[in-house]
């Protein structure tokens, strides 16, 4: 169910605009997010994410600019909008002195949830998350991979449309990073929510997400589904490895057509090559200007390189 | 509204008692104060127990008791991390508010009322002989009565303070301070009057019946209670607390 807005669209926001002070953490960001998709929202640390989340809750007014969240103004309808979404936020949120259950008890008796649907609703999430067995400790014992997994199915519990995750995997290590995003992704699916996810774990982004938005200071830079934005960088990636790659055979790399960029990392040779360019001309440069070529790997670009293009866009 | 209070409510009785001793020694530590105030001191007073001075302690029971835990409401929520999940909510302003001053009315006041009760039990189990002993009306008003603005005004007051702390240890050092600073300043005040207006205060005391005074107290107490209440609520801003 939602407000007066266009059913197919979760979040739809015009010239969002937030200032703190003289600080602007959000400038004019337009945007739509489609109801059932997960919606990346990437960004480097303090490019205004968060900020973002606080705004569409209706947790902070904006300066200027408007957002409707399933149709409700974020302006005048904060409170329908809280009780109609689910939030994992910075931290988990959790009360470490309650035990799991206690955890999800309270908010499921916030969103007002009947005993019986809440018995079921608590039992069904935390058996679906392994953490049934263990429902009567207290959360303070938990490793961080269980808490999230706790925060998680506490955005779930009153079976929202629509739920929002502040970097989600942050602090955890790569399994448990991993484990958390497959849990993820089959509970979205499975309760077919829409979920908005911000994070700076780009492999997270292009796992998880339908599309992605890229937030670098305050300004929206890009949105599309992952192959959208890795065709906006064009062209190809090759990777040479071998010896020999000097700083001037990298400048005549960088002045020729078919070379977007060139760089070295680690002995290795990296270039983006322009869209239907050969690499076979590179390739008899690299060797006579003296580079040693064992091996030549080519792919497209991940969304790791649109990202790192983009922050650098802002550099220069 | 009574639902979303009822929540608050509920979270903050389970959280309250493991405050200060985790999660077995609240609850003992509650009961030992039940058996001293409610068992042995009035063992050792005898059958004029329940309308002797020592009732004071009734009166003042809420207020150590909610002072103990109260600083933790917002600070302690703002310091674990929980109040921007809590923000995040559907639950109105008023109802997290109100919520956390009346479970912590409730369990200062609550324990009074049972060490009432108990010391009651134990009089007349001691001392009854058959025959029902209870207080005055005029205790009972006093006790019952003063305790309950008494919890009212310390639990507003630490939630005030508990909303502009940014921490547990900062708010219950702005509550201590306060205290000793109020009684304090209150009996300097008075003690530094003249002596004129001192005689005629305590003339005017035994000129007014007893009842009367009691009703004045209630009613001057009752409203501070709203006053403290009304600027904690108005001080409670969501916006404000999420960018704190």
């Known amino acids: 169910m939602t407000g007066n807005g266009t059913n197919h669209l979760s979040i739809r926001t015009e010239g969002l605009t937030r200032d703190f002070g003289k600080v602007r953490a959000l400038d004019g960001v337009t945007l739509e997010v489609p109801a059932g998709s997960i919606f990346g929202f990437l960004g480097p640390n303090g490019a205004g994410k968060t900020t973002t989340i606080r705004l569409l809750l209706g947790l902070l007014d904006p300066t200027s600019g408007s957002a409707q969240v ?193 760089q070295t990392m680690n002995g290795r040779l990296s270039l983006n090559l322009r869209d239907g360019m050969e690499i076979a001309p590179v390739i008899s440069l690299v060797v006579s200007e003296g580079g040693e070529v064992e091996e030549v790997r080519r792919g497209k670009a991940s969304l790791e390189d649109v990202f790192l293009t983009l922050m650098q866009e802002e550099k220069q | 509204m009574m639902a979303d209070l009822g929540a608050i409510l509920w979270k903050e009785l389970k959280e309250i008692p493991q405050q200060s001793s985790g999660r077995r020694g609240g609850p003992f530590a509650l009961l030992i104060v039940l058996a001293v105030f409610g068992i042995f001191i009035p063992l050792q007073w005898g059958a004029d127990f329940l309308d002797s001075g020592q009732m004071a302690f009734v009166v003042l029971l809420p207020v150590i008791l909610i002072a103990a835990v109260i600083a933790d409401a917002f600070a302690g929520e703002r310091e674990r991390h929980t109040l921007e999940t809590l923000l995040a909510s559907p639950l109105s302003d008023r109802s997290i508010l109100l919520g956390k001053v009346a479970a912590a009315v409730a369990w200062g006041w609550g324990a009074s009322l049972l060490c009432l009760g108990l010391s009651v039990a134990t009089v007349n189990f001691k001392y009854g002989h058959g025959k029902l002993l209870i207080f005055s009306a005029q205790t009972g008003a006093i006790v019952i009565g003063m305790s309950f603005l008494l919890s009212v005004l310390m639990a507003s007051a630490g939630v005030l303070v508990s909303l502009r702390a940014s921490t547990v240890r900062q708010a219950q050092q702005i509550l201590s301070i306060g205290f000793m600073v109020i009684v304090f300043g209150i009996f300097f005040i008075v003690r530094s009057l003249p002596r004129a207006w001192q005689e005629w205060m305590s003339q005017k005391g035994a000129s007014t019946g007893a009842s009367t005074l009691i009703i004045l107290g209630l009613a001057v107490f009752l409203v501070i209670d709203i006053a403290i209440l009304a600027s904690a609520m108005m001080r409670f801003r969501r916006s404000r607390l999420i960018i704190e």
Not at chain 1, 125 to 145: D, F, I, K, M, Y
Not at chain 1, 170 to 189: N, T
Not at chain 1, 200 to 219: D, F, M, T, W, Y
Request: contains cysteine.
């Open chain 1, 70 to 262: 399933l149709g409700f103004d974020t302006r005048t309808q904060g409170a329908e909008i809280r009780r109609k979404t689910g939030a994992l936020l910075e931290h988990s949120g959790l009360y470490e002195r309650l035990t799991a259950a206690q955890n999800l008890e309270f908010y499921a008796r916030v969103w007002r949830m009947a005993r019986a649907d809440r018995e079921a609703r608590v039992k069904e999430l935390l058996g679906h998350l392994g953490l049934w067995e263990r429902r009567g400790e207290a959360v303070s014992a938990w490793s961080r991979g269980m808490k999230q997994k706790l925060a998680i199915a506490r955005t779930m519990l009153h079976k929202p449309p629509l739920i929002f995750l502040d970097e989600p995997t942050a602090g955890l290590d790569p399994v448990a990073a991993a484990a958390l995003r497959e849990e993820l992704a089959v509970l979205a699916s499975r309760e077919g929510v829409t979920v908005f996810l911000t994070t700076h774990n780009l492999a997270e982004a292009e796992k998880l997400c339908g599309r992605v938005g890229v937030i670098r200071q305050g300004k929206l830079v890009a949105v599309g589904s992952p192959d959208e934005l890795r065709r906006r960088e064009g062209g190809q990636k090759v990777e040479i490895i071998g010896r020999g790659f000097s700083e001037q055979l990298l400048a005549k790399l960088r002045q020729r057509a078919e070379v977007e960029q060139a």
